[in-house]
């Protein structure tokens, strides 16, 4: 069962000016989604159950996995608690211009550049880890891969990618 709660904000608008044999348009999107979900997942447990441990050795087509669920045998076992909502927030920008033009009465030349922007999944109150394998673990003789926890400086573990341009051309005869 899920207890969901989500909401969005979006902004989508764009200009289209017309001068001679051009048709410019310029545009910009931006959208805010926030998801404050409460869901049980499989607080009952999740079982999966095949045929290897009723099966002969080195034969996987023998065996049955409805045998290995009677004696008990899980090949796999998960459990899964959610008691607080997720909070969970991401966003996205765009912005893009265009040129029609009219080379000849025949012919049209379509340019345009749109950048696009889509920021990690990050959570509102910084409840969010992760393991990240440039920091050294202290506990493991400092090898590489460290438990860390959300900050306001650092929200998601990921990085932002700001230089997402995509050219547009076409060409209409």
């Given at each position: ?5 989500l ?6 608008d ?21 998801s404050?979900?409460?869901g ?38 998960k459990v899964?608690?959610i008691?607080a ?5 991401d ?49 493991a ?11 306001p ?6 990085n ?5 341009f995509?050219p ?6």
């Amino acid at each position: 069962a899920c207890f969901c709660n989500l909401h969005t904000t979006e902004f989508n608008d764009a200009l289209t000016w017309i001068k001679g044999r051009h048709t410019t348009r310029f545009g910009f999107a931006y959208m805010k989604g926030a998801s404050n979900n409460l869901g049980t997942g499989r607080s009952a447990g999740y079982f999966n159950f095949l045929n290897q441990e009723t099966g002969l050795p080195g034969n996987s087509n023998t065996g049955i996995a409805f045998a290995s669920f009677l004696l008990g045998l899980a090949d796999e076992v998960k459990v899964q608690h959610i008691n607080a909502p997720s909070y969970s927030r991401d966003s996205y920008w765009a912005a893009f211009a265009q040129d029609d033009f009219k080379v000849t009465r025949k012919l049209t030349l379509n340019l345009g550049l749109r950048w696009e922007l889509f920021t990690p999944d990050v959570q509102r109150y910084n409840h969010k880890s992760w393991i990240d394998y440039s920091v050294p673990n202290p506990g493991a003789n400092n090898i590489p891969g460290a438990f860390v926890v959300a900050s306001p400086s650092n929200p998601s573990g990921l990085n932002t990618y700001y230089k997402n341009f995509g050219p547009r051309i076409g060409l209409a005869y």
